[in-house]
């Protein structure tokens, strides 16, 4: 069975810090995607990293593949409150494989 | 695009209860998936369709679970008789590839609540 484990589970902030989220799987997936969820709605895809040691940007944050394809890590920097929500990393085979999830609270 | 419908967004039901969980993929995606999200587990993948066709139910917990998709429209999941421990949140998902490279869009979900 794969397994993404995420760390920390949960995260509780003040507006202005930064923190990092992890995802590590002893798997190698083709792809890692990693989704948004806020309550009483569906994940929302954030990014796809394709490529080891690949490094994406989306405003504020940053999204790291590992070398050989089987963890990643995202970086938010300057937290603000519109961030919180639950973050799920996901890997790729024939199907999506989430992970268990990071739970982010950041305060005002 | 209005992106994957479901419906109801909410369901109490009585145990021992048929239910049925309805969902509308994305106008041009030919692939479907079933997730059941828990605060113990989860989002754990149940069943997925390839052009109508399915091709994984490995996830699917019992034999009183099952999934149709009767056109490229319209997906159903089914869960007869219901037991409590089925509560949790149902989300409909689709996309333009199996692998999910593109990305899965997900519906708002079904809240389940079984009593």
């Known amino acids: 069975t794969q397994l993404l484990e995420q760390s920390p589970q949960f995260l509780s902030i003040q507006e202005g810090e930064n923190l990092t989220v992890y995802c590590n799987s002893s798997?190698?997936?083709?792809?890692l995607q990693w989704y948004r969820q806020e309550p009483g709605e569906g994940p929302v895809l954030l990014v796809t990293?394709?490529?080891?040691?690949e490094v994406k940007k989306l405003k504020r944050l940053t999204f790291q593949f590992g070398d050989a394809r089987k963890d990643s890590s995202l970086h938010i920097t300057a937290a603000q409150p519109g961030d919180t929500g639950l973050y799920l990393c996901?890997?790729?085979?024939?199907?999506?494989?989430f992970g268990t999830g990071t739970r982010l609270q950041v305060f005002p | 695009d209005a992106g994957v419908i479901q419906s109801p967004r909410h369901e109490v039901t009585e145990m021992g209860q048929e239910v049925t969980l309805r969902c509308k993929p994305i106008?041009?995606?030919?692939?479907l998936f079933w997730y059941r999200q828990t605060m113990m587990r989860g989002l754990e993948l149940l069943i997925y369709?390839?052009?109508?066709?399915?091709?994984?139910d490995s996830g699917m917990p019992e034999d009183r679970f099952s999934a149709k998709m009767p056109n490229a429209s319209f997906s159903t999941l089914k869960i007869q008789p219901s037991e409590p421990r089925d509560s949790a949140v149902y989300f409909c998902?689709?996309?333009?590839?199996?692998?999910?490279?593109?990305?899965?869009?997900f519906g708002s979900g079904t809240r389940l609540t079984v009593v």
């Open positions: 998902a689709s996309s333009s590839s199996g692998q999910g490279v593109e990305g899965y869009t």
């Open positions: 798997s190698v997936f083709s792809s």
């Open positions: 990293v394709v490529t080891g040691g």
């Open positions: 996901a890997g790729s085979t024939d199907k999506l494989i």
């Open positions: 106008s041009g995606h030919n692939s």
């Open positions: 369709f390839n052009n109508n066709v399915p091709i994984d």
